[in-house]
């Protein structure tokens, strides 16, 4: 199914995904193995952080070339453009989580030390009474909820990851079984970088002007991006600006020229194209789909 692909927007395999809220995609976790014969080749998300949650059973996690044998009840955390693949050895039992990067970003924004939870590639074994015990109970409220049809699941939704974001940053090292983790100093960089694109409000700064402001060659700063995000300091910039985007047609009462130009962008037209490569949809389009009026 996945062919030699190795970045997906959606799920192994699968181009596209439909975070509720734009925020939160659950999947049963085996049920993609099982149609690849037990094995997902090693690949990336370069648009989610995914939490895996064992319940039941037992697999193999490939990273780095190497096979890292993971049984349940256990949890893996997996940030966005991590290389990883999976090769099931039992039945498994268990979900996938997938929570939208740049959203996710958006929420924590004013406890940026909150941040690093995403950046965790590690494997947290579930102990009663311990504190992944309450970890994975959120996990499974999160669940609930997504599946569920209640008065305010969406709001409820954001409430509960926001929850569970902190709970993550706030596990003890000695109960984390880290995998991998960047050079600081490029994740120092980096997390400036994109404070200081949620500080800009407008899609007009340059790339240079933002290498100023850090101190750095542009160059360094393309390389940093490029390193950690797989993506080029425009990209991210871009990314950004159409999840605000998204955010402003859902929430405000503003004509899609208004958003447009609350934005920075110039010219409607190049702003919709923009949106339209980014989310499949045009802005237009986006709003129908939601419900919002025109």
Not at 48 to 77: C, R, V, W
Not at 255 to 273: H, K, N, Q, W
Request: hydrophobic share 35%.
């Amino acid at each position: 199914m996945a062919d030699n692909k190795i970045f997906f927007e959606g799920l192994y395999g699968r181009n596209r995904i439909e975070f509720a809220k734009g925020l939160i995609y659950v999947y049963p976790f085996g049920v993609i193995g099982k149609e690849n014969n037990n094995s997902v080749k090693s690949h990336a998300h370069n648009n989610q952080f995914q939490i895996f949650i064992i319940i039941e059973g037992e697999t193999s996690l490939i990273y780095n070339n190497e096979h890292i044998h993971i049984k349940g009840p256990s949890f893996i955390t997996v940030p966005k453009n991590t290389v990883h693949g999976f090769k099931h050895l039992t039945e498994l039992k268990g979900w996938i989580i997938s929570l939208s990067d740049n959203v996710l970003e958006h929420m924590i924004k004013r406890e940026a030390e909150v941040i690093g939870a995403i950046e965790m590639f590690q494997v947290t074994e579930i102990v009663a009474g311990e504190y992944s015990e309450d970890i994975f109970n959120t996990m499974i409220n999160c669940i609930n909820e997504y599946q569920s049809s209640n008065l305010g699941r969406l709001l409820m939704l954001e409430y509960l990851v926001g929850q569970l974001i902190v709970q993550l940053r706030r596990l003890p090292q000695s109960l984390q079984r880290t995998i991998a983790s960047a050079d600081s100093t490029s994740i120092i960089y980096y997390r400036r970088f994109t404070q200081l694109i949620r500080e800009s409000n407008t899609y007009k700064k340059t790339i240079e002007e933002y290498a100023s402001e850090l101190k750095i060659a542009s160059g360094h700063l393309s390389r940093i991006c490029n390193t950690i995000a797989l993506k080029s300091p425009r990209e991210i910039i871009m990314d950004y600006y159409i999840t605000q985007a998204q955010l402003l047609i859902s929430d405000v009462e503003k004509s899609i020229a208004e958003v447009c130009y609350t934005l920075g962008f110039e010219d409607p037209s190049y702003f919709s194209r923009i949106f339209k490569r980014k989310t499949g949809l045009t802005p237009n389009e986006f709003r129908k789909k939601i419900g919002t009026k025109n």
